[in-house]
């Protein structure tokens, strides 16, 4: 069954830089689209950013700032995450699409998901 387990979350100052990771099984992992998913305290689900093949996008708001990148060969997605602000702070998840066609460029609940790694972004 696909399996999606999220790391490397926890407290950083303004500024800082965490690295997400994502280990997926389950699945041929580089036959699909991957991507990171956001929920701040108190607030809706956000589509932070997309990879597939040597294709990435991501929303306005971490342009810049965070690099979505993956390794085949281990089975895992990786969310870089520099210049930390307050506004960051969320839990991630990892995802990918239930249909290997489809672009994710937004969340959508019938997709496979993790169970989140939080990331606290305060002084």
């Known amino acids: 069954q696909v399996q999606l387990v999220e790391s490397g979350g926890g407290l950083v100052q303004p500024g800082g830089s965490l690295r997400l990771s994502c280990a997926a099984s389950g699945f041929t992992f580089s036959a699909y689209w991957m991507y990171w998913v956001r929920q701040a305290p108190g607030k809706g689900l956000e589509w932070v950013s997309t990879i597939g093949g040597t294709n990435t996008y991501y929303t306005d708001s971490v342009k810049g700032r965070f690099t979505i990148s993956r390794d085949n060969a281990k089975n895992t997605l990786y969310l870089q995450m520099n210049n930390l602000q307050p506004e960051d702070t969320a839990l991630y998840y990892c995802?990918?699409?239930?249909?290997?066609?489809?672009?994710?460029?937004?969340?959508?609940?019938?997709?496979?998901w993790g169970q989140g790694t939080q990331v606290t972004v305060s002084s």
């Open positions: 995802a990918r699409p239930r249909d290997r066609s489809r672009l994710p460029l937004q969340w959508n609940p019938n997709d496979y």
